[in-house]
């Protein structure tokens, strides 16, 4: 009896490590592989960095690199501009209001992403527009901008709701007071509602495949053109590598920033 | 004009009425008329009267299901382990279970697919088993955010309390455990019921499109630029999130589900 915790605990780590390793398994099969020359995944013909120069040397999937950043980033901006705003000024208005505009807000949440590309589609088409950036934009803030909204949000509900008014009582403009009073108390909803956004339109392959220009490629149309037909490129693994470090990177400085701050909190409540 | 506050978020309105609103009107248009603009109901009855057609959705309820059960037996005891501060106490193992989901997914998805080609498993010969793998590898991040959360709220004493008054650990599970993380359970399991409905990409790549999924489904009429059809089908998609949605809500309280918070 004495040893049964021991054991518990064995079995729970280890279910934890095996599905852990059997998630990351393809992944690091890729990323084995990427450093060996052979062109067939699964065969190993010695070290060799040449695939990570192929991936420097392959202009069309650079080109798709940076258009997927550069679409990421433009989109991630946009939505958050009118995701705080969207946010701010629904929070400050009569109850009908707000729930009409809540209720907008559920549905690109709830909604399958085939169904907003297909029904963006149907409009462009139906109003005769030709895609271009500008279509392809509007369908990656469609899909984040109900994201930052709701990031913005709680922080709005948790912010104390006569500050802005004591700022106006102590003289200043209305906008002086939502920029100096308001988005301090908001800012880190903006932050995650922007990272959020980043991440989903970074990932999305549906509404870009509907939406974009057809010579526009991102790093999804890129590789899904080539992947219905044949196994994935060997340059793609060297790929897959590097981005595996950086969404690794990213992780590991988030939780650590946010755990240093839930430790910084403690202690100050303990003061 | 004096300035309000509420005018802040009318971009945003505008915004959502334009491109959100009003191209649901435009599906619902289309899905009624035919190719020339006439009312009609014919791809209503189109879609009821073509066994393909139904078998299609059926097809695709039975992966759903099926993915929702796999991913909620896995994700259900790893979220409990990951909870529990006697098994783990970091939160980077946590963020480890969930970060796949910021990997490209078509990368993840082809990586799975040459994987068990590799091992063996051929995507022609076995299109059922590995769409149905590539599936759970998709969506099982998805089940343990929302699943890890509600256990970390979980009421400890009550588990105490049931152990107290002799239930055995079989009954403390079923009677208090599974009931306290019901939110949990019904939050996770609407994060991969309706996007697996829904998904294209992951059936066609890993069965070599032997098994077609109603997402799938829908793109092939519309690139064959069949669109009052293909937005007849979208529309029964978008009415089956509906109906999901209240089912969820009426279990559930947590409106959004663990997708609006990256953390």
Redesign the interface.
């Known amino acids: 009896m004495v040893k049964r915790p021991n054991t518990r605990k064995i079995v729970a780590k280890s279910y934890l490590y095996l599905i852990l390793f059997l998630m990351y398994l393809p992944i690091l099969v890729l990323i084995v592989f990427s450093f060996t020359k052979s062109v067939e995944l699964g065969v190993w013909t010695g070290f060799s960095l040449q695939l990570y120069k192929d991936l420097f040397a392959n202009d069309s999937l650079m080109k798709a690199i940076g258009n997927t950043v550069l679409i990421a980033f433009v989109s991630a901006v946009v939505s958050t501009l009118l995701g705080t705003m969207g946010a701010v000024g629904t929070f400050y208005a009569r109850r009908r209001y707000k729930k009409a505009v809540e209720t907008a807000t559920q549905l690109p949440v709830v909604n399958a992403e085939i169904v907003m590309a297909l029904s963006l589609a149907v409009l462009f088409k139906s109003l005769n527009l030709s895609y271009t950036f500008w279509t392809l934009l509007i369908g990656h803030v469609v899909l984040t901008v109900a994201f930052v909204y709701l990031n913005v949000k709680p922080k709005l509900v948790q912010m104390d709701a006569s500050i802005y008014e004591a700022a106006l009582d102590l003289g200043a403009t209305p906008w002086y007071a939502l920029f100096k009073v308001v988005l301090p108390e908001i800012l880190p909803g903006i932050f995650s509602g922007f990272l959020l956004s980043i991440t989903l339109s970074l990932d999305d392959f549906v509404i870009t495949q509907y939406l974009k220009e057809p010579s526009f490629e991102t790093i999804s149309t890129y590789i899904q053109k080539i992947v219905v037909k044949h196994p994935i490129p060997p340059e793609v693994r060297a790929l897959s590598t590097i981005l595996f470090l950086v969404v690794l990177g990213a992780v590991i400085a988030i939780t650590v920033y946010n755990n240093k701050k839930a430790t910084k909190v403690a202690t100050m409540r303990r003061k | 004009m004096k ?11 505008l ?3 334009c ?6 009107f ?2 619902i248009y ?1 899905a009624f008329t035919n190719k020339g603009g006439a009312f009609t109901f014919d791809n209503l009855l189109k879609f009821f009267s073509d066994s393909t057609n139904v078998n299609v959705l059926l097809i695709s309820f039975v992966y759903a299901i099926l993915n929702t059960v796999i991913c909620l037996l ?1 994700g259900y ?2 979220a409990m ?2 909870a ?1 501060k ?3 106490r970091s ?3 946590v ?3 969930v ?10 998805t ?6 068990l ?2 091992i063996g498993i051929s995507t022609g010969a076995n299109s059922g088993l590995t769409t149905m793998i590539g599936l759970v ?1 998709n969506y ?2 998805f089940v343990i955010l929302p699943l890890y959360s509600t256990m970390l709220k979980m009421d400890k004493s009550q588990i105490e309390a049931s152990a107290d008054l002799g239930a055995n650990r079989f009954v403390t599970f079923f009677k208090v455990i599974i009931p306290m993380t019901m939110p949990g359970i019904v939050s996770a399991a609407t994060m991969v019921f ?2 697996t ?2 998904s ?2 992951i059936s ?2 890993l069965s070599e499109y032997n098994v077609v999924l109603f ?1 799938s489904y ?2 092939l009429y ?1 690139n064959q630029a069949d ?1 009052n059809f ?2 007849l089908m ?1 529309l029964i ?2 009415l089956l ?1 509906g109906i999901s ?1 209240f089912i969820s809500r009426k279990f559930s309280k947590d ?2 589900g663990g ?5």
Do not use: C, H, Q
């Not at chain 2, 491109?19 to 649901?24: A, D």
């Open positions: 300035f309000k506050r509420k005018y802040l978020s009318f971009p945003y309105v915004f959502l009425i491109f959100i609103i009003i191209p649901v435009f599906i289309y896995i005891p790893l382990i990951l529990n006697n098994y783990n939160s980077v193992m963020m480890l279970f970060m796949p989901m910021w990997i490209n997914f078509i990368i993840r082809s990586a799975t697919r040459d994987v080609n590799w590898y099982l991040p309706m996007p409905l829904s294209y990409v066609d790549i997402g829908i793109d519309f669109w293909g937005s979208a998609m978008l999130i949605v409106e959004t997708r609006t918070s990256l953390w």
